[in-house]
């Protein structure tokens, strides 16, 4: 069907694209503390067992 | 295409676009409500005897704070629609069009889920469970039973955010013990002053949502004796952690000089000028002062009883 679904316009994009990235900046630095916390919890259950 | 991203136009409508951003996703976790869950947490964290691990003890009240903003997420989803009839609410990420209803649940669940696990795994099952038991109780017996069903919904709901104290010194101990609960009654009882006094002044707002608060259902008359009656079970309850031989009297001063404060404030929310129908004349500015005096006040109870242990 003609016009649907509605494309955006360039500046739509843009801020769609904006958005998009700062969504997936936020999920990398959650996931990579994550990592970094579950390895420091490992650490530290660990050193309580030694 | 994002699950977020939401594109309508047509030819009478030019195209929009409202996408979530990650700050969006922040705010579904109520960040101020966690705030208070944190340091109420912490404090019953740092009360505990015993010793836990600084990385443990940072993965506890991460857990915390995640499973109350989860909470607070599956509250939202449930809450989309009468969020979006309040003035105070409207502009949250759901009712705004900013997320979608299915992807905040998920959110929240999922949140929910990991954080109890991770708290299982770096501390015990004590606090696991607990925490489990306060994401419930806040979205089964607070959201989905109590809030639109009864006046008594903060009385019985402010449980849910009476917790935190009890789940960190759980997370050191791996039990429970009088002075986490007495901390728990504090809360507790903090909860209905706290927010009747707020319902005071936004009744206009529970009214047309229809959630029944107190001043919509029985009339301001009868919740500024209820504030006044619940200030003055909450100070006894204050002092009850000095008078039990729990605290030192750093602690007992601190608490019976603000509970004071909060009785006399309580009082002027009784006393304040009012209409037939118990509205207030004076723009319900004792209420204001009450809502603003009761936030210090937690916070002041709990860092004194802190105070009192880092120099016992």
């Known amino acids: ?50 | 295409m994002d699950a977020d991203l939401v594109l309508t136009g047509g030819e009478q409508s030019p195209l929009s676009v409202s996408g979530a951003e990650w700050l969006d996703w922040f705010k579904l976790l109520k960040p101020r409500v966690v705030s208070l869950v944190v340091f109420t947490g912490w404090i019953g964290l740092y009360l505990a005897p015993g010793h836990l691990n600084p990385v443990l003890a940072f993965t506890a009240i991460l857990c915390i704070a995640v499973a109350a903003g989860a909470a607070g997420a599956i509250n939202m989803w449930y809450e989309r629609d009468i969020d979006a009839l309040m003035h105070r609410t409207r502009n949250r990420p759901i009712p705004a069009g900013r997320i979608e209803p299915g992807a905040a649940l998920a959110f929240g669940l999922a949140l929910a889920v990991g954080s109890v696990i991770m708290m299982w795994l770096a501390t015990n099952l004590c606090a696991a469970t607990i925490l489990a038991l306060s994401i419930a109780f806040y979205v089964f017996v607070y959201t989905i039973w109590l809030k639109r069903r009864t006046p008594q919904n903060i009385v019985i709901g402010g449980a849910a955010g009476a917790f935190p104290p009890l789940i960190g010194w759980a997370a050191v101990t791996g039990s429970v013990d009088v002075l986490p609960l007495l901390l728990f009654a504090v809360v507790f009882f903090w909860t209905p002053p706290h927010f009747w006094a707020l319902s005071l002044y936004a009744c206009r707002d529970y009214t047309r949502a229809g959630v029944p608060m107190l001043p919509v259902v029985a009339g301001a008359t009868e919740t500024r004796r209820q504030i006044f009656g619940y200030t003055l079970v909450l100070g006894v309850f204050s002092v009850l952690p000095w008078a039990l031989g729990y605290t030192g009297a750093l602690y007992g001063i601190s608490a019976c000089l603000l509970s004071l404060g909060f009785i006399v404030c309580a009082w002027f929310v009784l006393r304040d000028g009012q209409a037939e129908d118990g509205t207030s004349l004076t723009g319900d500015r004792p209420a204001r002062l009450t809502f603003r005096y009761s936030l210090a006040y937690l916070a002041a109870i709990f860092l004194a009883i802190a105070a009192d242990h880092l120099v016992h």
């Open chain 1, 1 to 50: 069907m003609d016009g649907f679904p509605p494309r955006p316009t360039p500046e739509q994009a843009a801020e769609m694209a904006r958005r998009q990235r700062g969504r997936n900046l936020a999920l990398i630095l959650v996931l990579g503390a994550l990592a970094v916390l579950f390895f420091a919890i490992t650490i530290a259950k660990l050193s309580q067992m030694g």
